[in-house]
């Protein structure tokens, strides 16, 4: 495991080493933005729920390394903790904020 944090919903999300490679291996440019993921878990600007007990977290970074960005990192709640599923990041969140905020900073 490379890491925790406790989610909004107060669960323990952790991020495994298997996940950050397949984060890294679809998104290169992710390779030097393990804060952002933790950041983004930690304080988004914007919640929106995807499906039961799956979460997509936003926040937006006017610096980044790759310019400015909104950080997009999708994870699961279970009944004690959860895991983060993927991470990326985009110039354009409103597609995925369509699918429900369920929580604004």
């Known amino acids: 495991m490379i ?9 323990e999300i952790r991020r495994t080493a298997e996940r ?3 984060i890294v291996e679809s998104h290169d440019y992710m ?3 393990q ?5 983004t878990l930690g304080d988004p600007d ?3 729920s995807v499906e039961k007990n799956e979460f997509i977290v936003i926040k937006h970074y006017i610096k980044t390394t790759i310019s400015e960005k909104h950080a997009i990192v999708i ?3 279970e009944e004690n903790d959860g895991f983060v599923i993927t991470a990326f990041m985009t110039s354009k969140p409103e597609k995925i904020i369509k699918k ?4 604004k900073k």
């Open 75 to 77: 994870y699961r709640e």
């Open 100 to 103: 429900g905020v369920i929580w």
């Open 31 to 33: 390779a030097g933005n």
């Open 35 to 39: 804060d952002i993921v933790f950041e």
């Open 3 to 11: 890491g925790k944090v406790i989610s909004k919903n107060g669960k």
């Open 46 to 48: 914007i919640i929106v």
């Open 20 to 22: 950050w490679y397949h």
